[in-house]
């Protein structure tokens, strides 16, 4: 079975401050995709990032750094030196690649919601 | 570029009637996904269309429909509304193949009285 679990619900934490949000995920595929999101309050979703199965590089971008570890089913995002405007529910999700029932869909974790207080 | 667009951005209705949300891709995209984003039961897929066939589908009912244009637009038609289809409709749009990025729409707030 898929699943993603977020089990933070909530985080706050205030400007400057570095923050994770945790993102574990259950699949048998051996191909797979994992995914952030971002949902600011106007309710779009921005995609963040997108990691294969095959490549545990951890990556960075600017403040944001993401941690893929297989041996833990794990997909962390770190936010670093934290600003208000990154104040928004985030979103880890999963997708594979070679199950033709599950082809197309992405499974979503419940969401982080992180408020950034100046 | 534009990105994915939804109309109408909010739209409300009674129960019984029947809602339909409009999704416009981004410019090359041929896959249309639509994703239902409920309180409590969080972000679950509804539709995968692709090159105007439906190609895969999530666990909802079957007054839950849409289709796919050949300009790849997408229309979802939800048929007998209930209160519980209250919620954020959200549309995504990718290249043919499945497993490319989903860039989503601001989404259609349907709802239902």
């Known amino acids: 079975a898929q699943k993603v679990t977020q089990a933070q619900t909530e985080i706050s934490v205030v400007e400057k401050e570095d923050v994770t949000l945790d993102c574990v995920y259950e699949?048998?595929?051996?191909?797979?995709?994992l995914f952030w999101y971002k949902q600011p309050p106007s309710g779009e979703l921005v995609f963040l990032i997108r990691?294969?199965?095959?490549?545990?590089q951890n990556e960075i971008s600017g403040r944001y750094s993401w941690n893929f570890q297989k041996s833990t089913s794990s997909f962390n995002f770190t936010i670093t030196a934290s600003q208000v405007v990154d104040s928004a529910v985030y979103f880890c999700a999963l997708s594979e690649a070679s199950r033709g029932s599950t082809l197309g869909r992405l499974y979503f974790g419940r969401g982080t919601q992180l408020t950034v207080w100046p | 570029e534009a990105g994915v667009t939804q109309s109408p951005t909010h739209l409300i209705k009674t129960r019984g009637q029947q809602a339909t949300l409009r999704c416009s891709p981004i410019s090359g995209h041929t896959s249309v996904y639509w994703y239902q984003q409920a309180l409590g039961l969080g972000l679950q897929f509804l539709l995968w269309y692709d090159e105007g066939e439906e190609r895969n589908r999530g666990n909802f009912p079957p007054r839950f429909s849409g289709r796919q244009f050949p300009n790849y637009s997408s229309e979802l038609n939800v048929n007998a509304l209930e209160l519980e289809d209250s919620a954020l409709y959200l549309c995504a749009s990718s290249l043919r193949v499945a497993k490319n990025i989903q860039y989503f729409g601001a989404g259609t707030r349907l709802s239902v009285l």
């Open positions: 699949t048998r595929d051996t191909t797979y995709y």
């Open positions: 990691r294969n199965s095959f490549d545990e």
